[in-house]
């Protein structure tokens, strides 16, 4: 029998209860069906498919079109769990009418169930917008990675008396705002344990340490798919990346001795 279908007040619940999400990214067909199927409850399609994927410095380059395209690779593959879309930089960031139009893209074109924008009290506006067209949408504060140049880099937020105060004001703004989630980045693992009790909406962390209600990775980190070594708050638990070069190189060395493909493999 299939299992039920994540919501967006299915975590509001799962919070209630005392139960973590696990959330990770996806952005093509067979790794959203993978994680899916492992019962991963929140596959996030994020614009760190600038970094992951298209191999990017920051994500800041990433179009509303490549959202819409792999958002509907990973909506096609998925029975259970919530996908999230991500809202791209320029795509809300210049009014509330485009953010509307956007988000409406990503659910009607990507096939996603809710919408992620980076940004706490300047952007509450544009939560409430979406909130209000019945789009369940997620909030993402702290480190947020298309204010790179503002912030001089990805650097850990909320330290310091000033820094606290200031996510503590996200924090709240969003969830008034009609955020149904929240995504927290890079700071404090107590500051993030504190946000997560003064909230009544589920908080997801990464690099926030452990006491959010749930907890994301970008999809290469966990696997090892990176160039780059795994940021510190990062897991991996396979090495991906040497399964695969060791697969292509044992292919190549087989074309060119001849031992591929064998007569089993020729019709
Ligand atoms: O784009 C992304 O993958 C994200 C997560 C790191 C939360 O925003």
Do not use: W
């Amino acid at each position: 029998m299939r299992e039920a279908r994540i919501t967006a007040p299915a975590l509001r619940r799962m919070k209630c209860q005392g139960r973590k999400i696990s959330m990770l990214t996806a952005y093509d067909f067979p790794f959203a069906h993978l994680f899916d199927a492992a019962g991963i409850d929140v596959l996030l399609v994020g614009d760190s498919l600038g970094n992951v994927v298209q191999g990017q410095a920051t994500t800041l380059p990433v179009t509303m079109d490549e959202m819409v395209y792999h958002c509907s690779l990973v909506t096609r593959a998925v029975q259970r769990a919530l996908v999230v879309g991500d809202l791209p930089f320029g795509s809300y960031q210049t009014g509330v009418e485009e953010t509307l139009r956007n988000a409406c893209r990503l659910v009607k074109e990507g096939g996603v169930q809710a919408v992620k924008l980076e940004g706490g009290e300047r952007m509450a506006d544009r939560i409430g917008a979406i909130a209000r067209m019945d789009v369940p949408v997620m909030a993402h504060i702290g480190l947020t990675p298309q204010s790179v140049h503002r912030m001089g880099g990805f650097r850990v937020q909320g330290r310091g008396e000033r820094g606290q105060a200031r996510l503590l004001r996200d924090a709240h703004a969003v969830q008034e705002a009609g955020a149904f989630a929240v995504v927290l980045e890079g700071m404090p693992a107590d500051l993030a344990a504190e946000v997560t009790a003064q909230l009544d909406i589920p908080t997801i962390g990464i690099g926030a340490g452990i006491g959010c209600d749930g907890q994301v990775l970008v999809m290469h980190d966990l696997l090892g798919l990176s160039l780059e070594p795994p940021p510190r708050f990062a897991r991996q638990y396979v090495a991906m990346g040497e399964i695969v070069s060791k697969a292509a190189r044992m292919y190549d060395e087989d074309v060119k001795s001849q031992k591929f493909p064998s007569e089993r493999e020729s019709y």
